[in-house]
């Protein structure tokens, strides 16, 4: 019964930022990774972020120097801070975790970056 729950998608314009959120029902003891995925219209979906228990963290090029993801585990959530957003930005975004084998999504948040 694990349910991760996002929020924070929005219309913005380019340039513009903003911070998806992603709430977990899940021991973050058993959390492997914590991500955060993206599909946009016509595309497949794409690795854009993740995290690890440690804090290590890796970027898919299109976002590094523009994105940050960070954990709180005191709330067990983790968030993307996205600056500088572009257009190509425009996606479905998806919070993801792993644990053991298994993987978990949330129902996605729209994003739209308009020009």
């Known amino acids: 019964q694990v349910q991760l729950v996002e929020s924070g998608g929005g219309l913005v314009q380019a340039g513009g930022s903003l911070r998806l959120s992603c709430v977990a029902s899940i021991s973050r003891f058993s959390i492997n990774s914590m991500g955060w995925y993206r599909q946009a219209p016509g595309k497949q979906r794409e690795l854009v972020a993740t995290i690890i228990p440690s804090g290590s963290t890796n970027y898919a090029d299109s976002v590094k120097g523009r994105f940050t993801i960070s954990k709180d585990n005191a709330k067990n959530t983790v968030y993307l801070q996205m600056n500088s957003l572009k257009p190509e930005d425009t996606a479905v975004y998806y919070c993801?975790?792993?644990?053991?084998?298994?993987?978990?999504w949330g129902q996605g948040t729209q994003v739209t970056v308009s020009s």
């Open positions: 993801n975790v792993k644990n053991w084998g298994s993987e978990y």
